[in-house]
């Protein structure tokens, strides 16, 4: 969990449920058509919420990374850490709760998209907010840790390729409003923002000091296939070192010339 920024994180949380709130309501009319005449309605009405089954898997792919934060974060010596990080996640689920209230009424019987739909619209516009700062605290935690620690290199560039991909989507396949994209464009910009701040201290600056004081050397292939290789570069690499510090009188090549 070393180097993974908790306010990007819980940022992120509160953004995707924002979202799944948004979409809920501006498509609970399409909702409640679904059962107007079972089964037949109900697959006939799948195509219109594709949308907000996006935002569904996007919050559940999202959320875990919090708890999983929490979970490996030492209990001894980050334990204060460790509580500040449960205090978080508390008041996630508090304001994920009390927003999510209209999104409910609004699928109801009773319930309309009308009759929420200013309430859709704040929680758009914050939602847009949020994207566009969520990474700012990463960025500002790979800099401080001076590397990426447990963020995925990964992760954060195929989500950004793809989300760039959905943003030209937007731009020439469906030629939607500059509101619509801009945000999507600074949140996965942010993403590639983070890639280059923590490849910066990895592989230019040398990352942190590993055993012996020898820079650790990260990989990208290392940093894919797992740190069992990892370790083995990095062995190589300090043997290395070592072989070459060496005294020239227990050096075989160097008794020989002499």
Not at 176 to 183: A, K, M, V
Request: with cysteine; proline share 4%; charged share 15%.
């Amino acid at each position: 969990a070393e180097g993974l920024s908790a306010a990007t994180l819980a940022l992120g949380n509160v953004a995707s449920s924002f979202n799944v709130i948004n979409l809920t309501i501006l498509h609970s009319n399409q909702a409640k058509m679904c059962f107007v005449d079972p089964p037949a309605s109900f697959w006939r009405c799948q195509p219109s919420l594709l949308v907000l089954y996006s935002g569904i898997c996007g919050f559940t792919a999202c959320f875990p990374y919090y708890c999983l934060k929490l979970y490996y974060t030492r209990k001894g010596r980050d334990a204060a850490a460790k509580r500040k990080l449960a205090a978080g996640l508390l008041v996630q689920v508090v304001i994920i709760c009390i927003a999510a209230v209209p999104a409910f009424d609004a699928i109801l019987p009773s319930g309309s998209c009308r009759k929420h739909r200013k309430y859709a619209n704040t929680i758009g516009f914050l939602n847009t907010v949020i994207l566009c700062s969520q990474f700012l605290p990463q960025i500002y935690t790979s800099y401080k840790h001076k590397g990426s620690g447990a963020v995925s290199y990964l992760t954060l560039g195929l989500d950004g390729i793809g989300g760039y991909a959905m943003v030209l989507y937007r731009i020439f396949g469906t030629a939607e409003r500059l509101s619509s994209w801009l945000p999507y464009l600074i949140f996965h910009s942010s993403e590639f923002v983070v890639i280059i701040v923590a490849s910066y201290f990895e592989f230019y600056k040398g990352g942190k000091k590993g055993k012996g004081g020898y820079p650790k050397t990260r990989s990208i292939f290392a940093r894919i296939f797992g740190s069992k290789r990892q370790k083995s570069v990095e062995s190589l690499v300090n043997y290395g070192h070592d072989y070459y510090n060496s005294s020239d009188e227990t050096s075989p090549l160097m008794s020989h010339n002499n």
